[in-house]
C-alpha cells in the first residue's frame, strides 16, 4: 500500500453555492476558494482504498459571484467571509473534514462514500469522482451537495 498525501499545491478545493427563495434574485451564486486543505489517499493495486480531507474554512477566500442585482465587491466579499466563519463557528470548530467508508469505481472515476464533519457535526455524504489522464499523471475532479442544515449551519438569508 501506498500513501500520497496533497494539498493546495496539488489542485485547487473549491466550493460554489446557490440561492434560492423568495429573494433568489438578489443574492449571489459565489465560488469560494478553500486554499488551506490536505488530503491523504491509500493507495493498493492501483486502487485507492482510503481518503481523508482537512480544511481550514476560517480560510476561505471569496473568488466571484455571479447572479445578485449588482457585482460583488471587495467590501461584499470580507463581509461575506466574515459572516460564513461566523456561521461555521470556525473559532470553536477551526478544522472541517471528510474521512471515507467505501471506495467504489465507476466508469470515469469514483464514488466515494464517507462522513464529513462540519462545526462539529458528522453527516454522511457521497462524492462523485472524475478521473481524467492528462500530459503528467492523472486528474481528479469531484463534487459533492452538501445542505447547511445537515451540519447546523443557518442558511444566509438577508
Known amino acids: 500500500m ?3 498525501t496533497l494539498t ?11 440561492v434560492d427563495g423568495r429573494a433568489a434574485r438578489f443574492g449571489h451564486n459565489l465560488t469560494i476558494t478553500l486554499p488551506n486543505w490536505t488530503a491523504t489517499i491509500d ?12 480544511i481550514a ?23 461575506i467571509k466574515r459572516t460564513a466563519t461566523k456561521s ?6 477551526p478544522q472541517a473534514n471528510f474521512t471515507s467508508s467505501d ?6 472515476g469514483y464514488r466515494i462514500a464517507g462522513h464529513a464533519r462540519i462545526k462539529g457535526t458528522e453527516h454522511p455524504v457521497k462524492l462523485t469522482v ?9 486528474a481528479l475532479e469531484g463534487s459533492v451537495f ?5 451540519f447546523g449551519v443557518k442558511p444566509y438569508s438577508a
Not at 493546495?8 to 446557490?18: I, K, M, R, Y
Not at 452538501?146 to 445537515?150: I, K
Open 57 to 79: 474554512p476560517s480560510e476561505l477566500q471569496i473568488t466571484s459571484g455571479s447572479g445578485g442585482l449588482t457585482p460583488v465587491t471587495d467590501l461584499d466579499r470580507a463581509t
Open 43 to 54: 493507495v493498493a493495486d492501483a486502487m485507492p482504498t482510503s481518503l481523508s480531507l482537512e
Open 8 to 18: 493546495a499545491a496539488d489542485g485547487a478545493l473549491t466550493l460554489h453555492t446557490g
Open 88 to 93: 461555521l463557528d470556525t473559532k470553536t470548530h
Open 103 to 108: 471506495i467504489e469505481p465507476t466508469d470515469s
Open 130 to 138: 472524475e478521473a481524467k489522464t492528462v500530459t503528467d499523471g492523472i
Open 146 to 150: 452538501v445542505n447547511q442544515s445537515d
Open 2 to 4: 501506498t500513501t500520497r
